[in-house]
């Protein structure tokens, strides 16, 4: 079965709002530092880290 990765991520995401229950304030944080990061100097060196 293929998923889309966003899909899984809504998924894991909600999930894991639902059983730990962090903070609103993390969660936006963590979004925004993800977005920023992505677009970064930074994104092939986590690329890479990530796939190998």
């Known amino acids: 079965m293929d ?3 966003w899909l ?3 998924a ?6 639902k059983l730990v229950r962090p903070p609103w304030w993390l969660i936006a944080v963590l ?3 993800g977005y ?3 677009d970064s100097l930074l994104a092939p060196v986590i690329d ?5």
């Not at 894991?12 to 709002?17: E, T």
């Not at 890479?48 to 190998?52: C, F, N």
């Open 3 to 5: 998923v889309p990765l």
């Open 8 to 10: 899984a991520l809504i």
């Open 31 to 33: 979004l925004l530092g």
């Open 12 to 17: 894991v995401g909600a999930l894991g709002v």
């Open 48 to 52: 890479g880290a990530i796939t190998k």
């Open 36 to 38: 920023l990061l992505a």
